[in-house]
């Protein structure tokens, strides 16, 4: 009997054919996330969802859907999955990490970029007719070089970020949270980095972005109270979850010229972007685009579909973040539950 899986999204014809070797697949195609009631019709009776960032995989879904073993997130963050409910229910959770950190910070330096030297806005003066020839004052905007570029979360992403910001000559400065050890050491070393509180950070930083996961401690640490410590020329770029921001807080400074732009890949409630932000110039909006390479989504659906593959072969997959919900005892027992239906 093969196992039967719910993929949320699309996957490559290749991937499919990996997978269906093993499973019984049912496709949701969806732009915006379903309905819990809905996305619970789909998930009933499956032992394996592959999910992305916009479905939430609440209790309440889990509870409703008893069959269901694995998660297996199309992402690195797994902030949509109730991690403490699905670990107490033995329901192993994965993600997809390392492949899209390149990626990522990629797109976080173009949104630097682009707000920096006001791509958009003068890509859009030339569409409108508005050149009319040279001038010394047109779309003037913010040197790189030499400036002070603060890392808010330094892990896979916030490093490949402090490559790139390096390249352009700008000075690190981050925050991390964990205590002080080698690492910071070797991010001093090698990125000429130094680790500081957010509230310096967010003081004397010329530009500021996002790289930290969204969790209960990081849900709006950027408030009212962190922009107003911001410069009024500061830059503030997010790849990493819309929720980090205080959106409400932010529109406002952006509204008032308090900061001097924002680079916002990732909202709040999306796929819902306020009417203020998308009025204002002084802002480049992107649609969650951040992993959106070609080979980059490839190998996170990939690493998706073969955790989902391993974990009913019996084998623990490779990025496991709930590393208590993994029993051998019991996936063995599934495995072999499996293999003795099969050769009915």
Not at 1 to 17: D, N, P
Not at 80 to 87: G, H, I, K, P
Not at 194 to 199: A, S
Request: aromatic content about 6%.
């Amino acid at each position: 009997m093969k196992v039967k899986v719910l993929v949320l999204g699309r996957l490559l014809q290749s991937l499919h054919e990996k997978l269906v070797e093993h499973a019984e697949i049912e496709y949701v195609d969806r732009e915006a996330p379903l309905a819990q009631d809905m996305l619970m019709a789909h998930l009933k009776g499956k032992e394996a969802v592959i999910s992305e960032p916009l479905d939430t995989i609440s209790s309440e879904l889990m509870d409703a859907c008893p069959s269901l073993k694995l998660i297996s997130n199309r992402a690195v963050g797994f902030d949509n999955v109730n991690l403490m409910q699905a670990t107490q229910r033995s329901i192993v959770v994965t993600n997809t990490p390392g492949v899209l950190d390149a990626a990522t910070a990629d797109l976080a330096m173009a949104l630097l970029l682009a707000c920096a030297r006001r791509i958009c806005e003068a890509d859009r003066y030339v569409r409108q007719g508005k050149w009319t020839g040279f001038k010394s004052d047109l779309m003037l905007g913010p040197d790189l070089f030499g400036k002070t570029a603060g890392i808010i979360g330094i892990g896979r992403i916030g490093q490949a970020f402090a490559q790139r910001a390096r390249a352009f000559g700008l000075k690190l400065v981050y925050t991390r949270n964990a205590p002080r050890d080698e690492q910071d050491d070797k991010f001093k070393d090698e990125f000429h980095a130094q680790r500081v509180e957010l509230e310096e950070l967010l003081q004397r930083a010329d530009f500021i972005s996002i790289h930290c996961p969204l969790n209960s401690q990081t849900r709006h640490l950027i408030g009212q109270a962190e922009l107003d410590r911001m410069k009024p020329e500061c830059i503030l770029i997010n790849t990493a979850r819309g929720a980090i921001i205080d959106q409400q807080a932010l529109v406002s400074h952006l509204v008032q010229r308090r900061i001097y732009a924002a680079g916002l890949d990732v909202f709040e409630n999306e796929p819902e972007v306020p009417q203020q932000l998308l009025e204002l110039d002084n802002v480049v909006l992107l649609p969650h685009i951040g992993s959106a390479c070609f080979e980059t989504r490839r190998r996170m659906s990939e690493l998706a579909v073969d955790a989902v593959i391993a974990a009913f072969s019996g084998s623990r997959p490779e990025h496991v973040v709930n590393a208590d919900a993994w029993n051998q005892e019991r996936w063995d027992l599934i495995t072999k539950e499996h293999q003795t239906a099969t050769s009915k």
